[in-house]
Structures are given as structure tokens and as C-alpha cells.
Antibody, heavy 122, light 106 residues
Framework: QVQLVESGGGVVQPGKSLRLSCAASGFNFSDYTLNWVRQAPGKGLEWVAV????????IYADSVKGRFTISRDNSKNTLSLQVDSLRGDDTAVYYCVRAPLTTVTPYYLDFWGQGTLLIVSS | DIQMTQSPSTLSASVGDRVTITCRAS??????LAWYQQKPGKAPKLLIYKTSNLEGGVPSRFSGSGSGTEFTLTISSLQPDDFATYYC????????FGQGTKVETK
């Protein structure tokens, strides 16, 4: 079955960096676009970034542009999110999410991981 | 940016009730709308895509309709497993979610 397992979250000081990871299994990883979506505690969902099936195309939300970097390794079935210059409003559960297409065209999101919690606090 | 507004924010209902949640877009998104269900501490789950297409395994009591700027999610007969928060998401231009509608027990 499809599995997306995020890791790497934790407590980080403002201004610092962290790398979130997502391990995928149960489907042909290199055939799918992948996204990061976040949810601040008690709040709604916010799309963060998307990467095409081959890693060539990436799009970011304005709120994270220039600070976050999405990447993927199709040989290891892993998705990553490098988060730099962290701020308090980056505190959220970060979900690794699959979209059933290969391009970065906006689309619906058909399978979500369980998420990893990132807390930015001094 | 396209804004998505759901109503109501909270809905109190009983098992067996017909439940309708509305999602309005700040500009036309054609039929590019999805609905998700989220339970506390869990990841969202896709219910409906392209306004009215049921994702595999989703019970037929869920249905979606609409076009342009106004959309609805209907649960024809609310079941105990349906108490959750529901989000709409547009994917016509970028990705934007509504603020959520919590369906709680009356």
C-alpha cells in the first residue's frame, strides 16, 4: 500500500535550519509529483512547495520562497525539504503529499503522509 | 491569489442528518475543486476531486457539486465516522485551501 513517512521535525531556534525528509513506498515514486503542505497548530492547511516527477521543476509559496528548498532523490524514493531562516510562523506539522500527475500544474492531492512537527522557538 | 471561504465554520449535526458544507472562491475556478476530511491528529484524506468525482473507497453518501465560484459537499446521511473537519481546495491557480468546517455532534 502507499506509504509516505515524514521525519526530521523537532524544536529549532529562530533563524536556524533543519531538513525534513519523506520516505515513500508502495508506488512508483518517480512517476509522481510531490508536495509539502503544512498545518500550524489548531489551524488550517497551507500549501508550501511542489516538485515535478524528475525534480526539474519546483514552485514555492510566497511565504517560504527563498528560505525553503524542495528536492527529491528518485533512486532512494525520498523527498526532502530544507528549511532555512526559520521563523515562529513556520511552526507547523509538515505533510508530504502525493499528487497524481508528473508536472507542477496545480492539482488535487491524493495521498498524505502522517506529518512531522516542526516547532520554531527560542 | 484566490481565496476560499467555507461556511459554516462549525456545524452541529446528528447521525442520520443530511449535511451540506459550502465553499466559495474569490474568483471562478471552473470545476477545479477538491474536498478533504481530517480527523484529530490524523492526516487529511481525499474525498472528492474535480468538484464531483468520488475518490476510490469513499462512501457514496458523500457527494460534491458546483462550478465557478460556489461549491457544496453533501453527506446524505451522517454516520458516526463522519464527525471530522472538512476542507475544500482549489487547484485552478496555485493551491489554496478553505479554512475548514468542523462537523460536531449536536
Amino acid at each position: 500500500q502507499v506509504q509516505l513517512v515524514e521525519s526530521g521535525g523537532g524544536v529549532v531556534q529562530p533563524g536556524k535550519s533543519l531538513r525534513l525528509s519523506c520516505a515513500a513506498s508502495g508506488f512508483n515514486f518517480s512517476d509522481y509529483t510531490l508536495n509539502w503542505v503544512r498545518q500550524a497548530p489548531g489551524k488550517g492547511l497551507e500549501w508550501v512547495a511542489v516538485i515535478s516527477y524528475d525534480g526539474d521543476k519546483k514552485i514555492y509559496a510566497d511565504s517560504v520562497k527563498g528560505r525553503f528548498t524542495i528536492s527529491r532523490d528518485n533512486s532512494k524514493n525520498t523527498l526532502s525539504l530544507q528549511v532555512d531562516s526559520l521563523r515562529g510562523d513556520d511552526t507547523a506539522v509538515y505533510y508530504c503529499v502525493r499528487a497524481p500527475l508528473t508536472t507542477v500544474t496545480p492539482y488535487y492531492l491524493d495521498f498524505w503522509g502522517q506529518g512531522t512537527l516542526l516547532i520554531v522557538s527560542s | 491569489d484566490i481565496q476560499m471561504t467555507q461556511s459554516p465554520s462549525t456545524l452541529s449535526a446528528s447521525v442520520g442528518d443530511r449535511v451540506t458544507i459550502t465553499c466559495r472562491a474569490s474568483q471562478s475556478i471552473s470545476i477545479w475543486l477538491a474536498w478533504y476530511q481530517q480527523k484529530p491528529g490524523k492526516a487529511p484524506k481525499l474525498l472528492i476531486y474535480k468538484t464531483s468525482n468520488l475518490e476510490g473507497g469513499v462512501p457514496s453518501r458523500f457527494s460534491g457539486s458546483g462550478s465557478g465560484t460556489e461549491f457544496t459537499l453533501t453527506i446524505s446521511s451522517l454516520q458516526p465516522d463522519d464527525f471530522a473537519t472538512y476542507y475544500c481546495q482549489q487547484y485552478d491557480l496555485s493551491w489554496t485551501f478553505g479554512q475548514g468546517t468542523k462537523v460536531e455532534t449536536k
